[in-house]
């Protein structure tokens, strides 16, 4: 017996359809600006993804210090971050919030970041130096 509430094989095709029409325009656009981008910066849609992949992936040669943040870079996608409302205290205030990475004619490639001024900077990147001097014997 049938499923009475399954679509015919007329449907299911029709339905195929549009969506392969419906990736193909995705599919043109990203090329489209991805060539636009190229033109413009030298920087290419899938090269701009894979930075930001590089940047969420890099971890540093002291991440198991003491104190030391796992992830010291927070990569955000969305527009308005970062924010210092709610990154600010990233990672205990020791990891760094990166966001709004785009493509930049005269850089390559530009970028926000947040860090917290005292935490990740005078106090705890002197924290964290002292600890990989120590390790490294050279204090």
Do not use: Y
Request: proline share 7%; with cysteine.
């Amino acid at each position: 017996m049938t499923d009475p509430t399954a679509p015919s094989g007329d449907a299911e095709v029709a339905s195929g359809d549009r969506l392969l029409r419906a990736i193909r325009r995705i599919v043109r656009q990203v090329s489209e600006h991805s060539r636009h981008l190229h033109a413009e910066v030298g920087l290419t849609v899938p090269q701009l993804l894979c930075l930001r992949a590089i940047m969420r992936a890099w971890r540093p040669d002291a991440d198991d210090l003491p104190g030391a943040p796992t992830h010291p870079l927070r990569v955000a996608e969305a527009r308005d971050r970062p924010n210092p409302q709610m990154d600010l205290n990233a990672g205990d205030g020791m990891a760094v919030a990166v966001g709004r990475l785009e493509a930049c004619p005269v850089m390559g490639l530009k970028f926000f970041a947040l860090s917290h001024n005292t935490v990740r900077g005078a106090a705890g990147a002197s924290l964290l130096n002292a600890s990989l001097l120590r390790r490294r014997g050279l204090i």
